[in-house]
């Protein structure tokens, strides 16, 4: 078993969060790093980073980053969806490393939304309502998968339609 035990704490971190959501983490006791690129490919990660180590995917709409000795689960809905995915992450991370003689591990991100193309989609009113300063930090968060395009609730039906189907072309989406 590569991971064994961890601690949660829900605070204010920065994997794209509303400001007045807060987000889980998971102190890992035991260090993954060799398990990365390997879950890259179980989860179909969107974006991987080499130094350090990290893997970005979506799970249920949250955004999901996984580091060597920590988790990252933007806003669950509660303490106890929270605690439900890390556990569920804990049997896929062990799975895993497990299996990793059959898995091909991914070193690379797949391919990702450009931010000023959402951004060309979006009102650009820098109203707000969406809890973020601006349609460009909105745009941000939407590119790196951190956030529901349909929290901006001033986006028209043609709009939202053309932002669907850009965003649909990429992975994280599914
Ligand atoms: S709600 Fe929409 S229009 Fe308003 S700031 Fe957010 S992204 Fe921009």
């Known amino acids: 078993m590569l991971l064994n035990s961890y601690t949660l704490e829900f605070a204010r971190l920065s994997c794209g969060s509303k400001a007045q959501q807060l987000d889980l ?3 890992l006791d035991q260090d993954i790093s060799e398990v990365i690129p390997y879950l890259n490919s179980v989860l179909e990660g969107f974006q991987y980073t080499k130094a350090p180590r990290s893997v970005s995917f979506k799970l249920n709409g949250k955004l999901v980053v996984i580091h060597p000795r920590e988790i990252c689960v933007n806003a669950p809905d ?31 991100s797949a391919p990702k939304p450009k931010v ?3 951004l060309r989609l979006l009102p650009k009113t820098n109203c707000g309502e969406c809890g973020r300063s601006t349609c460009m930090v909105f745009a941000s968060h939407v590119s790196e998968g951190g956030t529901d395009p349909d929290d901006c609730q001033q986006l028209d039906g043609e709009q ?15």
Do not use: M, V
Not at 160 to 174: C, V
């Open 25 to 27: 983490i998971a102190h």
């Open 160 to 174: 939202k339609t053309k932002l669907a189907r850009y965003l649909g072309q990429f992975q994280f989406e599914s």
């Open 116 to 118: 000023l193309e959402i």
């Open 78 to 108: 509660d303490q106890s969806e929270g605690e439900k995915i890390i556990k569920w992450l804990r049997e896929k991370i062990n799975d895993t490393w497990e299996r990793r003689g059959e898995i091909q591990p991914r070193f690379e």
